[in-house]
Structure formats: C-alpha cells, structure tokens
C-alpha cells in the first residue's frame, strides 16, 4: 500500500512536470499575442463599428474584392464585393440601428473567430426588435477579410 502511494504521487508529479498546462508560466504564454494576430483583430474591430455606425462605405473597403461567405461547414453564401453590397447596402439604408457586439474572441494568426450578438431596429429608431447570437469566423490577408464562415 505504501509503495502504492509512492507511485501514485511520482506518477502525478511527472505529468504536472511533462504537462504545460499545469505550469504556470503556461497561461502567460497563451496571453501574447503575435502582430500577425493584433493586426487581424484589428480589422474585425474597424468591422464592427463600421457596422454599428452603418458606414457601408468603411465596411466594404474591409474586404478583399473575391470575398467569400460560407454557412458551416462549407455551403458558399456568396461571392465578392457587389454581392456584399447587395446584401448588406439595403440593410444598412432600410435599418433603423445595427449594433454588433464581440463577446468572446479567439484568434489564432490571420484567424478571428467571434462570438457575438447582434441587435437590431427594424421599425422605429432605438426600439430593438430582433436579437441573435452567432459565431463567426473570419480570414484575414494583407488587412483585408478574405473568407468569413458563419456558425449558426
């Protein structure tokens, strides 16, 4: 029983030691971030307020010309900037407020991928009438999105 014991605690003591995730400098190393990775998050933040601000003209130059839209897992939405406009320039026009927000964010290189809430007024300025929550994920390249995936 003793010699039981024994194993078990030099057991346990050479995975906290081999196991990153039980040291403590462990949860340091996931907090940096890589430029790569503040540049990306960066152009899903001038996303977001262009959205809120409902500045069509700020949220199109975001992205590449040959954007594409994918519905999980691989079901292409759309192509390109014309079809964006299309689907987002009338929503932008008729809407009477738009407001997105990133509640939790993982970004991993050129990836960001948000969940968020949405907001929207449809009929009257300031009256919310339609809420959703979503994941998104999107794909950037020389500061502009090149590929975004919605999770629904």
Same mark, same amino acid.
Request: net charge neutral.
């Given at each position: 029983?003793?010699?039981?014991?024994?194993?078990?605690?030099?057991?346990?003591?050479?995975?906290?030691?081999?196991?990153?995730?039980?040291?403590?400098?462990?949860?340091?190393?996931?907090?940096?971030?890589?430029?790569?990775?503040?540049?990306?998050?960066?152009?899903?933040?001038?996303?977001?307020?262009?959205?809120?601000?409902?500045n069509?003209?700020?949220?199109i130059?975001?992205?590449?010309?040959?954007? /594409?839209? %994918?519905?999980?897992?691989?079901?292409? =939405?759309?192509?390109? !900037?014309?079809?964006? *406009? /299309?689907? %987002?320039?009338?929503?932008?026009?008729? =809407?009477?407020?738009? !407001?997105?927000?990133? *509640?939790?964010?993982?970004?991993?290189?050129?990836?960001?991928?948000?969940?968020?809430?949405?907001?929207?007024?449809?009929?009257?300025?300031?009256?919310?009438?339609?809420?959703?929550?979503?994941?998104?994920?999107?794909?950037?390249?020389?500061?502009?999105?090149t590929?975004?995936?919605?999770?629904?």
């Amino acid at each position: 029983m003793k010699y039981l014991f024994v194993l078990i605690v030099l057991i346990y003591s050479a995975i906290g030691l081999a196991n990153p995730a039980l040291d403590e400098q462990a949860s340091d190393y996931q907090l940096a971030k890589t430029e790569q990775e503040l540049a990306a998050e960066a152009v899903v933040d001038k996303l977001i307020m262009a959205y809120n601000a409902q500045n069509i003209r700020k949220f199109i130059e975001l992205y590449a010309e040959d954007v /594409e839209f %994918y519905m999980y897992p691989q079901t292409l =939405m759309f192509k390109g !900037k014309e079809k964006l *406009i /299309e689907r %987002y320039g009338l929503m932008f026009k008729k =809407m009477h407020c738009l !407001k997105a927000t990133s *509640i939790k964010r993982v970004t991993h290189g050129s990836i960001v991928i948000d969940h968020e809430t949405s907001e929207i007024c449809s009929k009257e300025p300031g009256v919310v009438d339609k809420r959703s929550e979503f994941v998104t994920s999107y794909q950037i390249e020389a500061g502009k999105i090149t590929k975004v995936v919605y999770f629904r």
